[in-house]
Structures are given as structure tokens and as C-alpha cells.
């Protein structure tokens, strides 16, 4: 999948905890990214 992005981000760990950790950290700072966009253009 990594060539079909035009970003990748590889955890260089075997171990699968820490590589998770990474993964669920990386999808809540993304979704972090849309909850402010998404905050900043609805009206108060």
C-alpha cells in the first residue's frame, strides 16, 4: 500500500504493542485535525 500513498508513516518496531500505540495516536491527532476544521467553519 506504502506506493500508492502519497504519504507513509512506518512505525520501524516488532513489537506490536508499540506499533499500535503509534497507529491510535496518529488516527486521534487526524481526527483531532477534522474536529478543528470542522469546528472553525460552523457559526457560532
Known amino acids: 500500500m ?3 500513498a ?4 512506518a512505525i520501524d ?3 506490536y ?3 499500535e500505540d503509534a497507529h491510535m495516536t ?3 491527532l487526524i481526527c ?3 474536529m478543528e476544521e470542522v469546528s ?3 457559526p457560532s
Open 2 to 4: 506504502g506506493n500508492l
Open 6 to 9: 502519497d504519504l507513509v508513516i
Open 13 to 15: 518496531s516488532g513489537h
Open 17 to 19: 504493542g508499540r506499533v
Open 26 to 28: 496518529i488516527c486521534h
Open 32 to 34: 483531532y485535525a477534522f
Open 40 to 42: 472553525l467553519s460552523l
